[in-house]
């Protein structure tokens, strides 16, 4: 227990020297959050490195990784002049706080709970991460992964964290998902309550904490959660700079964004949607080099990986060819209408008729946080034009899902997804800008309830 | 005429506050009380399960399947290479190479035919699977039950 405390600590400082380096101004739940999921993704990026250069996957190796790591950073901070900040903030909640505070506190215990008692036992869980995690720790090389595990074109943020977890046994390995849990958490409160008000962030962080698929996803091991958290927290800080305009938001979306890369392979598809947006924006202020400033970090992440993949692994992504067929597609307007209808019939049941907002919550439901949007949305229709850049980036999403779901019909799997018994696929994609779905939400509510509370 | 505008503009967003606050707490009751319950009762079925060991945990979500690939971790060596059926309706567990690597790491797994066997380094072990293997196989046969089991190849030379 004791050392795996320690490595924990030190991801945790890892995660926070790094973003402290950025000079973004974050409250403490934030860097906590952020402190996790940054720290985690560069020591595993940094073993992937070691591996590369021949080091094997061992105690001694890991131990180096996060020294070099950590006198990296630290050289940069010395250099730019940037001191240890531990000050953390602290105003006295007040009762209704403290009751919703303990409540959420109750929910990440139940997560972390359920991963010391429940092994690793959902079928991707097993067939794709967990036996890539558990190659690398048994084989001693990250190079495992080229004769273990499904989907070799998989990236390996997640299987090589697995990997340094199985030192201290299963029931750790599986706590990564539940700490990514609070991590998401940590950060939706935190910006939310910068961008909004107190009670509100605290209410909205709950719902999101108990909504059945984000908890569900808490406690099976796959890395749609991981990739949730780096995508939200983008988002989230993408929308930060469109606020300030300050650079260094926009630095930490940007790397947000490529660790995501580096976590699923789709997360290049979400990418998308940043990118056409900023880009709007820098075109509207004339600020030309933003976009290209945001995609150098990804690159930085995804460049390596990519090259291992196909040069070391011999893994060729399917989802390429059957882009390159759908947008081929597009250009010739020769689209399937049929395919479309039946998507767009997919969804419609997804977020209306299925289980996600009925009065019974069924594990994999959205709960009522669906309905809760669309409601607000249409009785704050004239506040759009505030949120337009972020309310863009989710419709982008939505048309990226669509993308996806077209991409994988005209490749001749539509059926096998939409019929054939896989009924959270729209759910896992979902997963990840759902959250921002409700930061959305609870946006919107909280400026009235703050226009109103300063009247009164 | 003109002072009734903002006076109703000013009812029209005290009515849509007071319409947001009724949404906003019957969503937040509705949706945190429901996944309250979800996950209390999840918590139930994890409290049950406290004192129960790793085999009897796994043999519950994944009944003969579990069964089956401890037994051929048991009866095939570290360095084996084991040939089984293909993915398909037929064999939708025991046919995922990924899902039976996680319980037989490191030994090596393959689909394939008479071809892909006789290239295979020794030693060699067929899974026996329903319909599978469905050309003959040369060696000794290590049951473990009357259906299912291994053959340990060993061509005559």
């Known amino acids: 227990m004791i050392p795996f405390v320690l490595l924990f600590i030190c991801i945790l400082f890892l995660g926070d020297s790094f973003t402290s380096t950025l000079k973004c101004k974050l409250g403490c739940w934030e860097r906590f959050g952020l402190a996790y999921g940054l720290g985690l993704a560069i020591f595993t990026f940094g073993t992937f490195f070691s591996s590369l250069l021949g080091a094997p996957f061992s105690k001694g190796t890991l131990l180096l990784v996060l020294l070099i790591c950590l006198t990296v950073i630290w050289c940069f901070k010395t250099k730019s002049r940037i001191g240890l900040n531990l000050r953390i903030r602290w105003n006295k909640p007040r009762l209704p706080m403290i009751i919703l505070g303990a409540i959420i506190l109750l929910v990440v215990l139940s997560s972390l709970f359920d991963s010391v008692v429940r092994p690793i036992y959902t079928w991707d869980a097993l067939a794709i991460w967990g036996t890539k995690g558990k190659a690398i720790f048994s084989l001693g090389s990250v190079q495992a992964v080229k004769d273990y595990g499904a989907k070799p074109y998989y990236p390996l943020n997640i299987p090589i964290a697995m990997a340094v977890f199985y030192y201290f046994g299963e029931p750790f390995v599986k706590s990564i998902f539940s700490l990514y849990f609070v991590a998401i958490l940590m950060v939706f409160y935190g910006s939310l309550k910068r961008c909004g008000c107190g009670y509100v962030a605290s209410a909205g962080t709950l719902m999101l904490a108990v909504t059945p698929f984000v908890f569900f996803h808490s406690t099976i091991a796959y890395a749609n959660l991981p990739m949730a958290f780096y995508y939200m927290a983008s988002v989230i800080y993408l929308y930060q700079f469109f606020r300030d305009n300050n650079r260094s938001f926009l630095v930490l979306s940007s790397i947000l964004v490529g660790v995501g890369c580096w976590t699923r392979a789709e997360g290049l598809i979400w990418l998308f949607p940043n990118l056409v947006v900023l880009s709007i924006y820098a075109l509207m202020r004339k600020q030309w080099l933003d976009p290209i400033l945001y995609l150098a970090p990804i690159l930085a992440f995804f460049l390596p990986w990519s090259v291992f993949s196909h040069y070391i692994t011999g893994a060729r992504s399917p989802y390429a060819s059957s882009a390159l067929q759908s947008v081929r597609q597009l250009f010739t307007l020769n689209l399937e209408t049929a395919y479309i209808w039946d998507i767009l019939r997919y969804f419609y049941r997804q977020i209306f008729i299925k289980e996600n907002w009925s009065v019974v919550h069924r594990v994999l439901g959205w709960g009522y946080v669906w309905p809760f949007f669309f409601c607000i949305l249409v009785l704050y229709c004239t506040r759009i034009r505030k949120y337009s850049y972020l309310l863009s980036i989710m419709g982008l999403d939505i048309l990226a899902l669509f993308s996806i779901y077209y991409t994988v019909a005209i490749s001749g799997g539509l059926y096998r997804v939409l019929e054939v018994g896989f009924n959270n696929s729209f759910n896992r994609v979902t997963l990840y800008f759902f959250p921002l779905i409700l930061f959305q939400t609870m946006l919107l509510v909280s400026d009235d309830i703050q226009r109103w509370g300063s009247k009164t | ?157």
């Open chain 2, 1 to 157: 005429m003109k002072k009734s505008k903002p006076a109703l503009v000013s009812t029209v967003r005290r009515v849509r506050y007071i319409l947001m606050l009724i949404v906003f707490v019957v969503v937040f009751v509705l949706h945190v009380q429901g996944g309250l319950h979800l996950i209390l009762g999840r918590l139930v079925q994890d409290l049950r399960e406290l004192g129960s060991s790793y085999d009897e945990k796994m043999k519950r979500r994944w009944g003969r399947y579990y069964d089956f690939m401890c037994f051929i971790q048991e009866n095939t060596p570290e360095d084996a290479n084991i040939l089984f059926p293909p993915q398909s309706s037929l064999y939708p567990r025991v046919g995922n190479l990924g899902l039976n690597s996680y319980f037989l790491l490191p030994r090596h797994l393959h689909h394939g035919n008479q071809q892909v066997l006789r290239n295979l380094r020794p030693p060699v072990y067929v899974v026996i699977y329903k319909e599978f293997p469905p050309f003959k196989v040369e060696g000794s046969r290590i049951m473990k039950d009357s259906e299912n089991g291994l053959i340990h190849y060993r061509p005559k030379p």
